[in-house]
C-alpha cells in the first residue's frame, strides 16, 4: 500500500499542508503513522480524492524534459492481464489512460495510489472549436 506524507499529499493535489491536515481532521483521509511517527495518508484515498475532485497535482518530478504534453496524476486504476497492462491516471481533470506491458508496471513499482507523470509524444493533435450553431461567443 502506497503511503504518502502530508506534505507529499499536499504537493501532489496543489493545496498546502494545513489545507490536508483539514481534509484528515474532517475524514477526507484517514491519519496514519509511518515507522518514523509521521503523519501519512493512503495513496488509495489521495486518487479517489483526485478523481472525484479533478485535484491539479503538482509535478513532483524535478525532471527537466522536452516533452510538453506531462500529466502528473495519481494511478486510480490498474488491470495488469497476462504480458500486458492497463494503467488509469488522474491528472487534475482529466483522465489518462496507458496501455504498457506488465513488465513495466512491474519495474516501475505501479500501483494504485502512486504518483505518475505521463509523458504524451503525438504526431498529429486536433483541435476543435464550436460550430456556427453553438452558443459559445467568439471574440
Keep these: 500500500m502506497t503511503m504518502l506524507r502530508i506534505r507529499d499529499a499536499a504537493t501532489y493535489l496543489g493545496v498546502s499542508d494545513d489545507t490536508v491536515r483539514r481534509l484528515v481532521d474532517g475524514g477526507t483521509f484517514t491519519r496514519h503513522d509511518d515507522e518514523a511517527g509521521r503523519a501519512v495518508v493512503d495513496g488509495r484515498e489521495l486518487a479517489d480524492h483526485a478523481r472525484q475532485r479533478g485535484a491539479q497535482l503538482g509535478d513532483p518530478s524535478g525532471v527537466r524534459s522536452s516533452a510538453r504534453n506531462r500529466f502528473v496524476g495519481i494511478v486510480t486504476d490498474l488491470v ?6 492497463q494503467v488509469e491516471l ?3 481533470p482529466h483522465r489518462v489512460v496507458s496501455l504498457m506491458s506488465a513488465e513495466a508496471v512491474r519495474d516501475l513499482g505501479l500501483e494504485v495510489g502512486a504518483v505518475a507523470v505521463a509523458s504524451v509524444k503525438a504526431t498529429m493533435v486536433s483541435v476543435e472549436v464550436p460550430g456556427p450553431d453553438a452558443t459559445a461567443v467568439r471574440e
Design 80 to 85: 495488469v492481464d497476462g504480458v500486458m497492462a
Design 90 to 92: 488522474q491528472s487534475g
